[in-house]
DNA sequence: TTAATTAAAGAGTTCAATATCTTTAATTAT
DNA sequence: ATAATTAAAGATATTGAACTCTTTAATTAA
């Protein structure tokens, strides 16, 4: 559904969220080690929601990454899709056309349609606080 | 959502029972420019369809590829996307999350859970026959 | 039985996503 | 100032999907 990149900044934006909620800043180690990704690759992915300015990073002794609080209700999960995968999965052809459209359909356009919506509907309204606060209550989780 | 290889065959397949519909075989080339879709790749594509009994193949003059009639309204679209992408895309977790289910959940699964069972159904229930008719109705189009 | 036509099979190539490594820059504590 | 710590930046490597090419096999018609 998602590119590993993208799965993994879901992941990341969530954890960073609850550390964040505790006032807790974390390095990218940290991080990759909690959502279960490549060290490295997590670094880059970081770097892209920080430059996108998703998140907030600090270098240095104490540095890390956080996430403002005001802002942590305010990040839709679309946004992060937007950013690593584009609109594809919730706006592209079931079949990959190109030219895929309600006037020139492709043959399961209609049945696709109703999926696109209700996935789009639902990146649009889940935010990133609901979701890190699904992970402080211990009901749910980022790794095994 | 799909991989391309899943994509070309869905498409194909839908070509193929078009054709078999009006009992004409129809060669990898043809399909391949019918559906806008490389030609080598196409056959590839063609030739695990045709391995796994989702289709006929002919050699020699005259020969190509078709549907049985009776088959055409047995085929699934679940079918297809199971033999070129497995059950992830409607089985896997949205996060990417090895172990994800309603005991251990991921912070999206109770969202991803509505989409995944929507998508389900649909590949379960749509098969290649009315999918056909539709490009035969002319209301829908396999390429631009 | 030869030539033409068609798909099958297998090897090879290309490319983008995934992932890593190394060097640089910023910050803090001593 | 120096050392330690942390992220940024850029180059490199790996992998798997996408795609191609060449040879082989089957079928039919002349």
Redesign the interface.
């Known amino acids: ?2 590119s ?1 990149a993208c ?1 993994y900044a ?2 990341s934006i ?1 954890f960073i969220a609850t550390s964040s909620l505790e006032e807790k800043r974390v390095g990218f180690k940290e991080i990759a080690e909690e959502i ?1 990704a490549p060290e490295a690759f997590t670094a880059k992915i970081l770097q892209k929601l920080s430059k996108n300015n998703f998140i907030q990073s600090t270098r240095g002794v104490n540095g890390g990454f956080e996430i403002g609080l005001e802002q942590i209700k305010n990040i839709y ?1 679309h946004e992060i899709v937007d950013l690593f995968d584009g609109d594809r ?1 919730y706006k ?1 052809c ?7 459209s309600n006037e ?6 209609d ?2 349609k ?2 696109r919506e ?2 789009s509907q ?1 990146l649009q309204t ?1 935010n990133i606080y609901e ?2 606060t ?2 402080k209550s211990g ?6």
Do not use: S
Request: charged share 15%; with cysteine; proline share 5%.
């Open positions: 559904m998602f590993k799965e879901i992941r969530i279960d999960l999965i592209g079931g079949l990959g056309l190109a030219k895929c020139h359909p492709c043959p399961v356009h049945q696709f109703i999926i209700k996935l639902m889940t979701l890190a699904g992970i009901n749910y989780f980022l790794r095994t």
